[in-house]
């Protein structure tokens, strides 16, 4: 038994409506006035620019003693790490500054926080390190199941 379907309904639709493009601007999104200003050059809390420009004088004044600091932490062959280590400490410090806290004696501060990056740097390169094992001799295989722990 065939059933004959009466000729298609057209079904009206109506249109939806149209989202903005994001970067359209529409009445109820008005245009900002004037440019932004760049996120350095404008603080974004109140005690930023005093902990910014007292980061930029004791940078000035003691950037050549965080970076002879960290060298000496370092190991001989390591000195090139002495510009990385005492970058860290700087952001350190930078950080120490953003959360209120003062300086008392900042050269001592900043010494003490180059030695700790390096003293760091040396903890976590112990971690990090890797050791190549020839998987095909057996006595590779019992020695690096005894470093996993597993029983051989």
């Not at 009466?6 to 939806?16: C, E, G, K, N």
């Given at each position: 038994?065939?059933?004959?379907?009466?000729?298609?309904?057209?079904?009206?639709?109506?249109?939806?409506?149209?989202?903005?493009?994001?970067?359209?601007?529409?009445?109820?999104?008005?245009?900002?006035?004037?440019?932004r200003p760049h996120p350095q050059h404008s603080a974004a809390r109140p005690g930023d620019t005093a902990a910014r420009q007292l980061l930029d004088t004791l940078y000035r004044k003691h950037a050549p003693m965080v970076t002879a600091v960290a060298a000496r932490a370092l190991r001989p062959g390591d000195r090139g790490l002495a510009d990385d280590i005492a970058q860290e400490a700087w952001l350190d410090t930078w950080q120490h500054l953003l959360r209120g806290n003062e300086l008392r004696s900042p050269a001592g501060f900043l010494a003490m926080r180059a030695r700790r990056r390096a003293v760091d740097h040396y903890r976590l390169a112990r971690v990090r390190r890797e050791e190549a094992v020839d998987y095909t001799d057996d006595t590779a295989l019992a020695h690096l199941a005894r470093l996993i722990g597993a029983a051989a």
């Open positions: 038994m065939t059933i004959m379907a009466d000729a298609p309904v057209a079904v009206a639709r109506t249109a939806l409506p149209q989202r903005p493009v994001p970067h359209e601007r529409t009445p109820d999104r008005p245009t900002p006035s004037g440019p």
